[in-house]
């Protein structure tokens, strides 16, 4: 017999706790624990007394046909997707609210359906007449999508249980649509899973690929994304500073494509645009000859990037401790790297707060990014800028060696594109100690310890003073 009981569902991490408390012991969010009444079913026998049936077991080897794949004529979308929508799947698209969620699926269901294909787009917070703006204001009108408003996931199944020709169906959001059959309110744990399970399973019994569009907020009053992960096929963060205009679609799990692929779009007044280009992007506000800048060589999945990461090091003010503040990097990191700088290679920093930004509003995660973070570091202790044609790469170890990232490659040819003359890299094995070698027209500078990095650095010229720069502006006003 069914049997309902109360219980306290964390709407952040999906953990069940017995009584409320303030915060969640699973996943550390506080004020995350709502009640949600659920049914508990006693488990009954399983096996042929209960009517199963004999599972096929086949052999590995056998046909098996790469899924065939609908492309939305968006490439960053694309790439990050793995090369299109697959039919029968799942996609969740989660970020901030206001982050682009909407205006970037109503974009792509329109060029699909315009290519042809039957699209569905069904919104549960905008009425019919909001998503008509939009559509016009970013010239989508004459696509043939097809638009309803709904929040009851019983009508919207029963509308896609007709549906013949769909491939795709995008349910914008999850947290709106709701199961008149359960208790709990729409945006909690069990309705957003419940209603993504009846959703899932009509998009692999019908073959039309899902996309559902998530919330992530932080007070946690919605559930977020994240119960949902485990369920999806691909699940897709948007991501982004909203006083930037950069955007970046980010796959964080995707059972047909690779993870860690970025898409990276600007947000402008007819839309999201397509950039092909992103480390132009990031690099584009540089201003040469100033201390505590570096520029990185990086990775984003199978894409090289260069940005550009500021460091800027203050007197400590509050007489405390001295502030870290971290802008798109692991803060964690930096406490190890300022410890190697410090006992590693006598660079002072001291009682000074330090600030580090990745410009333009990128996440780095990667650990090559240590001796770029650590060249601007002591380009802000010792107020030496940089060479602004060089690019940093390599991964710094705890007694300050410096070691090999993958990709060197990649990321030297993507700095040789963008006009870049030197890199500072990780010492190479493989080419027998051969140090300072040519690529691509680059001046290569192998770095084995931390030192050789700091050394040089600190010998260089100090920078301009803001004084001289700001006569230089006066007396050539259009220089730029
Ligand atoms: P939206 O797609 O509604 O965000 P989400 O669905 O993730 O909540 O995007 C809303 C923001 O995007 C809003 O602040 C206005 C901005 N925007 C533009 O700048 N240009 C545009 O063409 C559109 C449609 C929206
Ligand atoms: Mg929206």
């Known amino acids: 017999m069914a049997k309902p009981t109360a219980r306290f569902v964390c709407q952040s991490c999906g953990a069940v706790a017995p009584k409320w408390q303030g915060r969640c012991d699973a996943c550390g969010e506080w004020n995350t624990l709502t009640e949600e009444v659920a049914e508990i079913r006693a488990p009954g026998p399983a096996g042929k007394a209960a009517g199963g049936r004999r599972v096929e077991f086949v052999s590995l080897k056998g046909r098996a046909a790469p899924p065939p794949r609908t492309e939305s004529g968006m490439a960053e979308l694309d790439r990050v997707l793995g090369g299109g929508f697959v039919p029968g799947s799942v996609v969740l698209v989660g970020g901030d609210p206001g982050i682009g969620k909407s205006t970037i699926l109503l974009q792509a269901a329109a060029r699909i359906a315009s290519a042809g294909r039957r699209v569905l787009y069904i919104s549960g917070e905008e009425a019919i007449d909001q998503v008509r703006l939009r559509a016009l204001r970013l010239g989508l009108s004459e696509s043939p999508l097809g638009l309803a408003a709904s929040t009851s996931l019983r009508d919207i199944a029963a509308s896609l249980e007709e549906e013949k020709e769909a491939t795709l169906v995008i349910i914008d959001s999850i947290q709106t649509v709701w199961l008149d059959s359960l208790d709990s309110a729409p945006g909690t744990v069990s309705q957003v899973r419940a209603c993504a399970a009846e959703l899932t399973r009509l998009a692999k019994t019908r073959g039309f690929a899902v996309v559902l569009v998530g919330h992530v907020t932080k007070e946690g009053t919605l559930a977020g994304p994240r119960v949902l992960e485990h369920m999806v096929d691909a699940t897709l963060y948007f991501e982004g500073d909203r006083g930037h205009q950069f955007r970046i679609l980010r796959a964080v799990k995707n059972r047909f494509g690779a993870t860690d692929e970025i898409g990276v779009f600007e947000m402008t007044d007819r839309g999201l645009v397509e950039v092909a280009n992103p480390s132009a992007l990031f690099l584009a506000e540089r201003r040469g000859n ?63 707060d330090v600030y580090l930004n990745i410009a333009g509003g990128l996440r780095i995660n990667e650990p090559a990014a240590d001796l770029a973070v650590a060249a601007a570091l002591v380009s802000a202790a010792t107020d030496r800028p940089t060479d602004p044609g ?62 050789d990095l700091v050394a040089p650095l600190a010998a260089a010229p100090p920078a301009r003073k803001e004084k001289d720069r700001d006569k230089e502006r006066k007396e050539k006003p259009a220089a730029e």
Request: proline share 3%; net charge positive.
């Open 290 to 352: 100033i201390s505590g800048s570096a520029v990185f060589a990086g990775m984003e999945g199978t894409r090289p990037v260069l940005v550009e990461i500021q460091a800027l090091l203050s007197p400590s003010a509050s007489g405390g401790s001295p502030r870290r503040q971290v802008v798109g990097w692991d803060s964690g990191r930096l406490a190890m790297l300022m410890a190697v700088l410090e006992s590693r290679c006598r660079v002072s920093l001291g009682q000074n």
């Open 390 to 451: 060089s690019v940093f790469f390599g991964e710094v170890g705890l007694s300050g060696e410096v070691r090999q990232v993958s990709q060197t490659d990649l990321r030297l040819r993507e700095a040789a594109k963008l006009g870049f003359s030197a890199a500072m890299l990780p010492r190479r094995v493989a080419r027998g100690g051969r140090a300072a070698a040519a690529h691509d027209g680059l001046r290569l500078s192998e770095i084995g310890h931390l030192v």
